[in-house]
């Protein structure tokens, strides 16, 4: 009997440049599922990568999206696919009306957009924990991003361990294919991802302002829902978003006041790690 393999499929160049490797090499080995958790707040582009994806390279992607469930009940799952998946944050929104905005401090966004929703499909297909292994994408020169802990999961990182890669691998196969991901580091799959720096936030607000039209509703009407961790003088504000307790107005409004809007951004390598992709479901684990 095969081993099972878990593939989270993030919509980044080197989740799917994983992917393919692990589909054209490893399939008598392995019975490989490969999973993507759309949140509703992914770029477009990220979209269309991976559905270009499964129609070049039969990944044959389970498309999924989180169920948000009363009580003390973790999100469960729905199966979509490239036409149905929400694209207006709709199930960002019903997470965040339950468990609040998330933030550094809250980071239950990942947990409850792509964890538990990958989680409960896998246990719907009969998989349960324990008796198969998860790949994680992350490449051998991002060391610090790998946490190894089986007690928790069966994880694998496939790029450092199984057939080693680095960025430059990654970006050479893209270079060398039909399509490619229609987006910059600096953007990532996640519109206004709270994990980016600054200066990543601002060169988006530079490309498309309207972008933060969608979280800075989300701080107006939820952000009183849930505490805060913080103690002293923010501990009975709403919570917020970004860094520094910034809203996503006061972000937008240092931007304007400080005219970043006329600056060009470089980003260095540790910048572009991380959150530079994709937020990958179970890396943090």
Request: proline content about 3%; aromatic content about 14%.
């Amino acid at each position: 009997m095969k081993n099972k393999l878990l593939v989270c499929m993030s919509g980044g160049r080197t989740s799917a440049y994983m992917t393919k490797k692990l589909l054209d090499n490893y399939q008598d080995d392995y019975d490989i599922k490969v999973c993507f958790a759309n949140t509703g707040q992914e770029n477009d582009a990220t979209l269309d990568f991976i559905n270009n994806c499964d129609k070049h390279f039969n990944f044959n992607t389970v498309w999924l999206e989180a169920v948000v469930n009363e009580g003390r009940v973790a999100c469960s799952h729905r199966v979509v696919d490239y036409d149905s998946a929400s694209r207006k944050g709709e199930p960002f929104e019903e997470v965040v009306k339950k468990y609040g905005i998330p933030n550094n401090g809250y980071p239950h966004c990942t947990r409850e957009l792509k964890e538990n929703p990958i989680h409960s499909y896998i246990k719907s297909i009969g998989w349960e924990r324990g008796d198969y292994f998860t790949a994680i994408g992350i490449r051998a020169d991002e060391p610090r991003r790998i946490k190894r802990n089986k007690t928790i999961q069966n994880k694998v990182y496939p790029l450092v361990d199984w057939f080693e890669s680095d960025k430059q691998d990654v970006m050479d196969f893209w270079k060398s294919q039909e399509f490619d991901l229609q987006l910059q580091d600096y953007q990532g799959n996640c519109k206004w991802c709270y994990k980016k720096s600054n200066k990543k936030l601002f060169q988006i607000m530079q490309d498309d302002i309207t972008v933060f039209d969608f979280p800075m509703m989300l701080e107006k009407k939820y952000g009183k829902i849930g505490k805060n961790k913080i103690k002293g003088e923010y501990s009975s504000q709403p919570r917020t978003l970004y860094r520094n307790y910034m809203t996503t107005e006061k972000m937008i409004a240092v931007f304007n006041e400080t005219n970043f809007n006329q600056m060009s951004f470089k980003f260095d390598d540790y910048e572009d790690s991380g959150c530079s992709e994709s937020c990958e479901a179970f890396a943090g684990e």
